[in-house]
């Protein structure tokens, strides 16, 4: 593993960060609030700034860039937590995958379907190609107030390994499931290879002054209890205990989304600060299912947030009344979507604090 690129910061301690509190365990009268894809294409100072920075890739690699497009949401909404603008792609990136974003397509990487073809990835995530982002992570932390945590991130190493094996994204996930029933050794090879490189890169966040990481496991929800034992509990709960050997008190947030039945097996292995809901969770079992005094994060439907009115109150107050009065982040159930009003974010926000 390379040396870290930048050195840790002396950060204050952020006694006043509601999210920070919520994950040591402290359930919040007024619980703390950040969505996932807060900075998108829904708000138009982010497709303004992108539409000049040319490629994606560009953006998430361009320390300046990066930074206003993190603090945009921050701005207008006052969320409790930024997440750095970046994506899951750039540790296949930085492991030596060609990875390309095609316009109103997504993801395009040279797809690796084998363990010869492994071969053409480096051993080692080359964290240098990375400096950029831990160089955004570090200008965001200096910008933020002190109230306000910055969340670091990457994909679970069965997300990113689906798009390294299809090529692209989506629900594309068949050619890494087959790869997995065909040749599991090479299939794990490669996701152990994703531990190692996700745990050097989110230590590398953490180390730049990220509050803390969330992983994203996007994809995992459909494999069967068995399959999801040993591709995403095992990996996510070997990647949280390699950030914690480097960063002991690392605050670490893991996102199974979809794991329904599963997230109780999940829950019990995976030493997480807090889990993440998906939209069709049944949230009381959810929250039955996960140590007391864990945090929970989610779970309003995205598409009740871009209808707005009166059934974003209503899928609001579901959320607050089925998981508050024990640690809660109040967030999506998936990200926001891209023609969603940016109005009816701030109607969230304020429904949530509304009794502040
Ligand atoms: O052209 C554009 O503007 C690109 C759209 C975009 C954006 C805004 C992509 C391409 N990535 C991102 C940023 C991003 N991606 C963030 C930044 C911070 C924030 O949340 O505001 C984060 C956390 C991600 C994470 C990510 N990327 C995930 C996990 C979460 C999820 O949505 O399930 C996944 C699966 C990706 C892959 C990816 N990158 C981009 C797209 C369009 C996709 C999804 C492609 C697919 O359909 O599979």
């Not at 204050?12 to 919520?22: E, I, Y």
């Given at each position: 593993m390379s040396a870290p690129v930048v050195e840790r910061r002396e950060t204050?301690?952020?006694?006043?960060?509601?999210?920070?509190?919520?994950l040591s365990g402290e359930a919040l009268p007024t619980p703390p609030v950040w969505l996932m894809r807060q900075a998108g294409r829904y708000l138009p100072e982010y497709r303004e700034l992108r539409a000049r920075a040319g490629g994606f890739l560009d953006l998430c690699y361009t320390p300046a860039l990066a930074t206003e497009v993190t603090l945009q949401p921050i701005r207008r909404f006052g969320f409790d937590a930024a997440i750095l603008f970046s994506d899951i792609l750039v540790v296949p990136h930085a492991l030596g995958q060609h990875v390309g974003f095609v316009e109103g397509e997504g993801p395009r990487l040279e797809p690796v379907t084998s363990r010869a073809e492994f071969g053409r990835l480096r051993d080692e995530i080359d964290l240098a190609m990375l400096a950029p982002v831990y160089e955004t992570v570090s200008r965001v932390r200096s910008e933020l107030a002190p109230e306000k945590a910055l969340i670091g991130f990457c994909g679970a190493p069965y997300t990113v390994a689906t798009y390294m094996v299809a090529g692209r994204g989506g629900d594309e996930q068949a050619p890494a499931r087959l790869l997995a029933y065909r040749d599991p050794e090479a299939f794990s090879e490669l996701i152990d290879r994703l531990v190692e490189a996700s745990a050097a890169h989110l230590v590398a966040q953490l180390e730049a002054g990220a509050d803390a990481v969330q992983i994203f496991d996007s994809w995992s929800g459909d494999l069967p209890p068995d399959e999801f034992t040993r591709?995403?509990?095992?990996?996510?709960?070997?990647?949280?205990?390699?950030?914690?050997?480097?960063?002991?008190?690392?605050?670490?947030?893991?996102?199974?989304?979809?794991?329904?039945?599963?997230?109780?097996?999940?829950?019990?292995?995976?030493?997480?600060?807090?889990?993440?809901?998906?939209?069709?969770?049944?949230?009381?079992?959810?929250?039955?299912?996960?140590?007391?005094?864990?945090?929970?994060?989610?779970?309003?439907?995205?598409?009740?947030?871009?209808?707005?009115?009166?059934?974003?109150?209503?899928?609001?107050?579901?959320?607050?009344?089925?998981?508050?009065?024990?640690?809660?982040?109040?967030?999506?159930?998936?990200?926001?979507?891209?023609?969603?009003?940016?109005?009816?974010?701030?109607?969230?926000?304020?429904?949530?604090?509304?009794?502040?």
């Open positions: 204050p301690p952020r006694d006043g960060s509601l999210f920070l509190r919520t591709w995403s509990t095992e990996p996510i709960r070997a990647l949280c205990e390699r950030v914690r050997a480097r960063v002991p008190d690392a605050k670490i947030l893991a996102f199974p989304r979809g794991a329904g039945a599963k997230l109780a097996g999940f829950a019990r292995a995976v030493p997480a600060n807090a889990f993440g809901l998906a939209t069709s969770e049944d949230l009381r079992a959810a929250r039955a299912a996960v140590p007391a005094g864990v945090a929970l994060q989610g779970a309003i439907d995205p598409l009740a947030l871009m209808a707005g009115g009166a059934a974003l109150d209503r899928a609001v107050d579901r959320v607050l009344e089925e998981l508050g009065g024990a640690p809660l982040v109040v967030n999506l159930g998936h990200g926001v979507r891209q023609h969603t009003p940016p109005e009816h974010v701030g109607q969230l926000v304020a429904r949530v604090r509304r009794n502040r």
